[in-house]
């Protein structure tokens, strides 16, 4: 049985891969802007409680974050303030966005109702299909409980009273940093607040979203001298109860332990196997008027909910890291420009935005910048897990340089540890890059690199079953973020994207003949000077 699960999965990845050849099922769907749902889950009937403001950081800058050791785990213990500027910085309302570029929607952005609000962490399409919720215990700077992060108002809004810290434990099955928590983040997806534009393809795009958000709460938790443990091995179904979501529509995807006082002697109470549903019965507001499901949704789900396998040995990662190839040039990058990352990573967040066809070929990105992103870029793959030891990426990172200074165009694979790009093939890449790009968003012949971020999916699924297909696309979009937090910093213009045809890209990266894929890609380079633009910022 769980050999079928995995072939869903495996079936699934492969015709998100075929996309741009052969389009995925329903043919010919359009969204239905109308009938959209909210960006925001807002609770009826419920108390909320403001957070604190949760813009203010230690001036840890952003080369420290990136470029500096991380701090041992789990750091210093979490307070309130702490909590607030993890939820503000990473998926809190943070300013408007008016920017006249080349998406398809600028036009309407002026108009309040199709106002596009600007958060620190990226989202495939700008749907931000995530919630969070945090599961207080004693101790964890409000009273135990259930609360709903409403991104609308940066408030905490509670769902119930009482600790239920231990359920979370349960449902978590001892996983890292659970013992000495004091409250538990939980991270969810809104199928539908993606799927309706993006239908079938959603599954692919809200697990990386997972990924992104659990970056930039590990970029965020560093500036503050603390770290965060990602539990990614649960009992969805158990979860999902104790939140009163339907698991259908919605569900936990990763769950984030915090210690707000000194570690010391916990009392040990077992979570009986009481049934939790129906503790939270609270509506939500949902603008749609007619939400839909999408079949292959909910196949790839639902094959992942039931491989219940144990969790698997976290060493089981290492066989499972992108193998470079034998042989070939190699070039040494400059060593990385630290002294221009002068801000901390709460401006840099702030600045965060997607270029959107403002990339310009009369700048050529610099080596010295290519070399730059990358390296702050693979930082992304230290965190800590319970399935993947903190030393371990499973991630590759290709580069196809178009029009940067010193490096012929073509393409190379980067190699993190030595800071050094190993070359696959010289070549002229701007019609190519443009023939494999089937939007209307960005003219490939100005952007000066695209990096491709790789994985052994087949592999992974192999080791992990079907819920490997999360933990790789939750290290991918972690990665993502990264890129896009290192380019703010250094003020070149950066926008990731999932529009190419997987398998031209795989080809140009000499990928086309093993399981290690192209998962998402990642534009660099210089922006035009004359942009229109608007200062809406709101912290």
Not at 144 to 159: C, D, F, I, K, M
Request: with cysteine; hydrophobic share 40%; glycine share 10%.
């Amino acid at each position: 049985m769980s050999e079928d699960r995995t072939q869903v999965v495996n079936d699934y990845v492969e015709s998100v891969f075929r996309r741009g050849r052969e389009p995925m099922e329903p043919i010919g769907f359009a969204p239905d802007w109308a009938d959209q749902p909210s960006r925001h889950k807002t609770y009826l009937g419920v108390r909320r409680f403001p957070l604190p403001s949760g813009t203010a950081l230690p001036p840890a800058g952003a080369a420290d974050v990136l470029f500096g050791d991380p701090p041992a785990a789990p750091g210093e213990p979490w307070t309130l303030d702490a909590l607030a500027t993890l939820l503000r910085l990473s998926y809190g309302v943070l300013d408007r966005r008016l920017r006249v570029s080349w998406n398809q929607d600028s036009h309407v952005r002026v108009l309040y109702p199709e106002a596009l609000w600007g958060r620190g962490t990226a989202s495939g399409g700008g749907m931000y299909p995530l919630e969070v919720y945090w599961v207080a215990g004693p101790g964890a700077a409000l009273a135990p409980g259930v609360y709903h992060y409403s991104t609308a108002h940066h408030g905490l809004e509670r769902l119930l009273a009482g600790d239920l810290t231990d359920e979370v434990r349960a449902a978590c099955e001892a996983g890292a940093g659970c013992a000495d928590a004091d409250g538990f983040l939980v991270a969810t997806v809104r199928f539908w607040k993606n799927s309706f534009k993006y239908n079938s393809f959603c599954y692919h795009v809200v697990t990386q979203d997972a990924g992104a958000l659990l970056g930039s709460w590990e970029l965020i938790a560093r500036a503050m001298g603390r770290r965060v443990n990602r539990v990614q091995w649960f009992d969805d179904g158990r979860l999902n109860r104790l939140l009163g979501i339907d698991t259908e529509e919605e569900c936990a995807l990763a769950v984030v332990p915090l210690r707000f006082g000194p570690p010391g002697e916990r009392e040990e109470r077992m979570a009986d196997e009481a049934d939790r549903s129906g503790l939270i019965d609270r509506p939500s507001f949902e603008r749609s008027a007619h939400p839909r499901t999408f079949e292959q949704i909910e196949q790839v789900h639902r094959a992942v909910l039931a491989d219940r396998r144990e969790r698997p040995d976290p060493e089981v990662a290492r066989g499972l890291v992108p193998i470079p190839p034998d042989g070939g040039d190699e070039l040494v990058l400059p060593a990385p420009l630290t002294d221009r990352l002068g801000e901390d990573i709460g401006a840099t967040l702030r600045s965060r935005r997607t270029s959107f066809g403002s990339f310009t070929r009369s700048r050529p990105l610099g080596l010295d910048e290519l070399g730059t992103v990358l390296a702050g870029t693979v930082s992304a793959r230290w965190y800590v897990s319970d399935v993947v030891p903190e030393d371990v990426g499973l991630t590759g990172l290709y580069v196809l340089a178009n029009r940067v200074a010193g490096l012929p165009s073509g393409t190379y694979r980067y190699d993190g540890g030595r800071h050094r790009l190993h070359v696959v093939r010289e070549m002229p890449l701007a019609e190519k890059l443009q023939r494999s790009y089937y939007l209307s968003n960005y003219n490939l012949e100005q952007v000066g690199a695209v990096l491709a971020i790789s994985g052994r999916w087949r592999s992974t699924l192999d080791a992990y079953g079907s819920r490997g297909y999360r933990v790789l696309n939750s290290e991918v979009g972690a990665v993502a973020q990264t890129a896009y937090t290192a380019a703010a910093a250094l003020g070149v213009g950066c926008g990731a994207v999932l529009g190419f045809d997987n398998i031209a890209i795989d080809e140009a990266v000499g990928l086309d003949d093993g399981d290690e894929r192209t998962f998402l890609f990642v534009l660099l380079g210089h922006e035009r000077a004359d942009s229109a633009d608007f200062d809406y910022r709101l912290v």
